[in-house]
């Protein structure tokens, strides 16, 4: 993973690919600071939408899979939410955001701009129906779901121990010999091509 990709002859889905790739990355670095607070600290009620560390990424990952379920017709619909704390450590909860963070960048990689029009069916439950979208659409509302929970982890991580790590960058190319062990650490939850 580098951080800025040669030019692509699909700059818009290129962009939905370095927004995946950012995406892992801020996961990366805000689970790096959960993972050294104690499972209760983790757990521990907060002031937030979501009154916990926990329930917070646990909401993230849950959201993550419900729209990635759309984008690929996966037929899960809204059972993903059946069980609202699937993981209840951090660590377990950190290897299934990896595991997702992977997939959804791998998907976003696949893209061309022309398959940003496809239709995305989306379950809304019984009160909406299906709603269709696009996955042009889709893709961002994931992706600012994800940096709106993430700024409120950042928050709840000032009251622990350990220090919120820094979120507001992105893949800039001059950037890369100072982020050489991320990266490096990115490529390794990615695993083989």
Known sequence: MTPSEPAHANPLAAHFAAMARNNAWSNLRLYRACL??????????????????????????????YYFDALTDGGEGLTIFDNELPYPRAADLFDAQARSDQRLLVFCESLADGDLQRDVRIDRGPSVGIQREIIGAVLPHLFV?????????????????????????????????????????????????
Not at 39 to 46: G, I, K, Y
Not at 157 to 169: F, I, K, N, V, Y
């Open 36 to 65: 050294s607070l104690t499972d209760a600290a983790f757990a521990e009620r907060r002031v937030s939408f979501f009154p916990s560390l926990q329930l917070t990424l646990n909401h993230i990952l849950l959201v993550d899979r």
């Open 145 to 193: 779901h994800q940096i709106h929970h993430r700024g409120q982890v950042h928050a709840m991580l000032s009251g622990t121990l350990a220090a919120p790590p820094q979120l507001d960058e992105f893949f800039l190319a001059a950037d890369a010999p100072l982020r050489a062990a991320e990266l490096h650490e990115l490529e390794r939850l990615r695993g083989p091509r």
